[in-house]
Each structure stands twice: as C-alpha cells, then as structure tokens.
C-alpha cells in the first residue's frame, strides 16, 4: 500500500508543524499547575481545570489530554479548550506535558510510561482532586492520541519507583487522529523495511510493541475516534481497521468520520470552530452515555463565551 510509505515520515513533518504554534510552557489562566513526575531532570506537570464550585469532597469524573507533536514537541496548551468545556460541564480535566525528543532526547517508550504515570498520580490522588477513580478518561491527539490508546492497552513501559498495585489503565479513552497502527497488518496495511526501521530507532523498540492495534484484546476501555477522511499524515484506513478489530474482540469502539478534514481539523481556532464544536458535541455525548456527565451538551454557549 502506497499510502503506508507516507504516513509514518508525515506523522513528523505535519505534527510538529500544526503543534509548534502554541507557546511551550503554556500559560493557561484559570488552571492549577502540580508536578506529577519527574524524568530526565524535567518536572513534568498536569494543568488542572476544575468545574464550578468543585469540592475535594466530590467524587467527579476526570480526563487528561496529551498533545500532538509527533513524540518530537507540542505542547500541553493545545487541548485547553477541550478541557475548559468539559470542567464547563462538570469533569476535573487535565492537559499533560511529557517527554519528547526536541527536549528530552527520548524516544516513544518514554511518551508511553510518562503517559501511564500521569493516569497513576490522578488515581493516586484521586481523593485530594475530588476524582472517582473509576471514571478517569485519557485523551490525545495524533502522537498523544497514541500515547493516550497505548496507555489503555499497551502492557509495560511502566516507570520504576512507582506503585504499580495503582493502576495506570484509563477507564475510557477519547482519541483524536490517533496513530494507533504502528506495524504492518498482513494483507491490510504494510510497512516497507526501511520506513519501518525509521520508526523503530523513534519509537526506541520494535514498533509493534508501542502499536494499539497489535495489543487489541478483550476488556479494553470504551473508546471514541474523531478523525478525518483527507488526513496525510494518519491514514483513515488505519483507524477504520482498529475500530473493527476493536469491535472484534467485543469492546466498545465509536470511529467518527469527518469528510474530507485533514489532520488536526479538531484543534481549537480552526475552521471557525466548527469541527472543534462537532467533535465536543459527540464528546459530550459519549461521555453521557457512560453516565459520566448529565444534560444536553453546552457546546454552542462555550464557544460563544470564549468570543465575548
């Protein structure tokens, strides 16, 4: 398959591109700042946006985002809106920074367990943040949409030093053009052997071992996938073979497809909002099906609210 000799180089190239815009440390009004690891000398942070009236007492549901950059940059600012909506609707929602290679010089393994050690502190801390530790969703676009899906079924990559009887596996996942086939699918998708040796010296082990696809099995948390049928970067194709696998094994698995919207058609700012609206919208009502939010979604008074 042609397009598989694209997807993994423009994975890089249009990530980094659509992610570096936004400032890195971001500086994100209204959010508490904590430190929920340390690697590699870097204090790594989770923002915090809190609903209205929030208590330490309650027992809300949460979600953290994990930004595109294809493992090499971005930014933690990239899903501030998404998670002002959803603490708008009552969620304690979090936006994550973790490590990259531009800064760190790590590979992929270390966005993976930085990833679960951010899902462990959460439900380490659950009582603290006012968080059922129950009801706590990771979500991501692109690289982070891989990242957040590797978390929910990649077994490993766990830091050391940590509590692993606290489970670092997140109870629902939201997943924006996620990379979620790393490694070839015999007689459905194919990677050439030296693309797949460039993916492997990024990914820092062989690419099936970090691929959500591959480690697709029963049991794996309810899962929604936004994404656009014009996409480049990360073929359609890819997240259409994962949702039937998905399905296969009998889990619950949503692909929403939006023709003919490119990669990062979801981000706040773009296209007047209106994919960002489309998208929160069926956010919104997944997570009322799970129970984990109440009433119609307030999409449309949100975005209206961040113009005045």
């Given at each position: 398959m042609k397009t598989s000799l694209i997807v993994f180089c423009s994975l890089m190239a249009v990530c980094v591109t659509n992610a570096a815009k936004p400032k890195y440390p971001p500086?994100?009004?209204?959010?508490?700042?904590?430190?929920?690891?340390?690697?590699?000398?870097?204090?790594?942070?989770?923002?915090?946006?809190?609903?209205?009236?929030?208590?330490?007492?309650?027992?809300?549901?949460?979600?953290?985002?994990?930004?595109?950059?294809?493992?090499?940059?971005?930014?933690?600012?990239?899903?501030e809106k998404q998670c002002q909506y959803l603490a708008s609707r009552g969620m304690v929602a979090m936006t994550a920074d973790y490590r990259v290679s531009s800064r760190q010089q790590t590979k992929a393994t270390a966005c993976v367990e930085d990833g679960k050690s951010a899902v462990r502190w959460i439900r380490a801390n659950a009582g603290k943040l006012g968080v059922d530790p129950t009801r706590i969703a990771a979500g991501g676009g692109s690289a982070g949409g891989h990242v957040a899906a590797a978390i929910g079924m990649v077994t490993g990559f766990e830091a050391k030093g940590?509590?692993?009887?606290?489970?670092?596996?997140?109870?629902?996942?939201?997943?924006?053009?996620?990379?979620?086939?790393?490694?070839?699918?015999p007689g459905k998708f194919e990677v050439p052997d030296d693309k797949a040796a460039s993916?492997?010296?990024?990914?820092?082990?062989?690419?099936?071992?970090?691929?959500?696809?591959?480690?697709?099995?029963?049991?794996?948390?309810?899962?929604?996938?936004?994404?656009?049928?014009?996409?480049?970067?990360?073929?359609?194709?890819?997240?259409?073979?994962?949702?039937?696998?998905?399905?296969?094994?009998?889990?619950?698995?949503?692909?929403?497809?939006?023709?003919?919207?490119?990669?990062?058609?979801?981000?706040?700012?773009?296209?007047?909002?209106?994919?960002?609206?489309?998208?929160?919208?069926?956010?919104?009502?997944?997570l009322s099906k799970l129970g984990w939010i109440k009433g119609k979604p307030t999409i449309d008074a949100f975005v209206k609210s961040q113009a005045n």
């Open positions: 500086e994100l009004p209204g959010a508490e700042e904590t430190v929920y690891k340390t690697a590699s000398e870097t204090a790594l942070k989770l923002w915090i946006f809190q609903p209205k009236n929030h208590k330490q007492t309650d027992q809300r549901p949460a979600v953290v985002f994990f930004f595109g950059g294809g493992w090499r940059s971005g930014t933690p600012g990239q899903f940590e509590d692993h009887e606290v489970s670092s596996v997140p109870n629902a996942l939201l997943l924006f053009n996620p990379a979620v086939v790393l490694a070839p699918i993916l492997m010296e990024r990914m820092g082990v062989q690419a099936e071992k970090l691929s959500p696809y591959h480690h697709v099995r029963k049991g794996l948390p309810p899962t929604i996938i936004f994404h656009g049928t014009n996409d480049s970067a990360v073929p359609y194709r890819t997240v259409e073979l994962f949702e039937q696998r998905m399905k296969e094994e009998g889990n619950s698995c949503k692909l929403v497809g939006y023709e003919g919207q490119p990669h990062g058609f979801f981000n706040w700012g773009r296209g007047g909002n209106s994919s960002f609206r489309k998208t929160m919208t069926s956010t919104d009502q997944f």
